[in-house]
């Protein structure tokens, strides 16, 4: 069975750093690409960053490039998102999902994932 966890979450000054993890069990980064979410309420679940299966290759959306960071270890099976230079309108419930890809592939898609793991919540104030 796949499980997420996702932790990390918190308040802190923009300005500031979180740094949020996603334990995962049940698969294999060899064949799951992982991606961070956020979800801001009454809006759509957004991609913000993957790490592609196997490969690693990573994808920023443009908001977070230069102040997010993702990174797997894999003998943890834990993929890290480090936020830097954190903004208020990074405010969000944040979400870890996996998906079954082919090697060095990645969806932004929400819908094409497969596993979720709960939110965790980063509220950045001004």
């Known amino acids: 069975e796949v499980q997420l966890q996702a932790s990390g979450g918190g308040l802190v000054q923009a300005g500031g750093s979180l740094r949020l993890s996603c334990v995962a069990s049940g698969l294999s980064f060899d064949t799951y690409t992982i991606a961070w979410f956020r979800q801001d309420p009454g809006k759509e679940r957004d991609v913000i960053s993957c790490i592609a299966s196997t490969t690693g290759t990573t994808y920023y959306v443009d908001s977070v490039k230069g102040r997010f960071t993702i990174s797997r270890d894999t003998a943890k099976n834990l993929v890290h998102l480090q936020m830097n230079s954190l903004l208020p309108e990074d405010t969000a419930v944040y979400y870890c999902?996996?998906?079954?890809?082919?090697?060095?592939?990645?969806?932004?898609?929400?819908?094409?994932?497969?596993?979720w793991g709960q939110g965790t919540q980063v509220t950045v104030s001004s």
């Open positions: 999902a996996a998906a079954a890809t082919l090697s060095g592939e990645f969806h932004v898609k929400p819908f094409l994932y497969d596993y």
